[in-house]
């Protein structure tokens, strides 16, 4: 029973280059949230999406961040024109209902992103 | 604006001990609080969770205290054992309303060192 999936686990990109992260949910739940942690913080939220809907995108940068979750296959978080400042770490959960229940959502080992 | 603290960056026990980690909170639209254990280079796993309705929740070694009036909560893990060691977030949802769509908020995170 896999849980929620990330790849890639490390990746690095030269200043200006497009990253793309992958999360694939756990078996059955269908609502992602994207979260990020730069250095020495707590993670904070980014993105909340369904199936082909962005839910709450409150906590994305207004530019060069988007992301998507289509009807087949993983959600995706795309970086364009990356800097030096994106480096952090990603993490996805996942959950089968909106909301954190008592079991709380699932998070997947994280992308960490360096760009140099 | 930081609306969830955890104003311990660390916390270094002995095995057998009890370990107490807190967290303070200024959003009182928050109604649902979790605990987050986290090792490095891997995703937070989730620990244990308290409704705004109640005051204590326990799960074996691990109780959550809330105290609403306060604003704080606290984390109880008794006995304390070496593998205990990690980094642990206290994360909260504003769920009521439906406005939040469950994204969560995390604090800054205590290391918890615990020596055998």
């Known amino acids: 029973n896999a849980g929620v999936m990330q790849n890639p686990r490390h990746l690095v990109r030269r200043r200006g280059q497009e990253a793309r992260l992958r999360c694939s949910p756990m078996k059955g739940h269908s609502h992602v949230y994207w979260y990020r942690q730069l250095p020495e913080e707590g993670l904070k939220f980014m993105v909340y999406?369904?199936?082909?809907?962005?839910?709450?995108e409150s906590g994305m940068p207004k530019e060069r961040f988007s992301a998507e979750f289509p009807k087949e296959g993983p959600s995706i978080l795309r970086i364009q024109q990356v800097v030096r400042g994106d480096s952090a770490a990603y993490f996805c959960?996942?959950?089968?209902?909106?909301?954190?229940?008592?079991?709380?959502?699932?998070f997947g080992s994280g992308t960490r992103l360096t760009v140099v | 604006d930081q609306q969830v603290k955890q104003n311990s960056p660390s916390l270094s026990v002995q095995e057998g001990r009890i370990s107490i980690l807190n967290c303070d909170y200024t959003?009182?639209?928050?109604?649902?609080f979790l605990w987050y254990k986290k090792y490095p280079a891997e995703g937070p796993t989730f620990l244990i969770s308290i409704s705004s309705i109640k005051d204590k929740n326990e799960d074996g070694r691990f109780t959550v205290f809330l105290n609403k009036s306060a604003k704080h909560l606290s984390l109880h893990i008794v006995p304390s054992q070496p593998g205990d060691s990690a980094v642990y977030f206290c994360?909260?949802?504003?769920?009521?309303?439906?406005?939040?769509?469950?994204?969560?908020?995390f604090g800054q995170g205590t290391i918890l060192t615990v020596h055998p």
């Open positions: 959003n009182s639209m928050f109604d649902y």
């Open positions: 994360a909260a949802s504003a769920n009521a309303g439906g406005t939040s769509y469950g994204k969560l908020t």
């Open positions: 959960a996942s959950s089968p209902r909106q909301g954190s229940t008592v079991y709380g959502d699932t």
């Open positions: 999406l369904q199936k082909e809907n962005i839910i709450d």
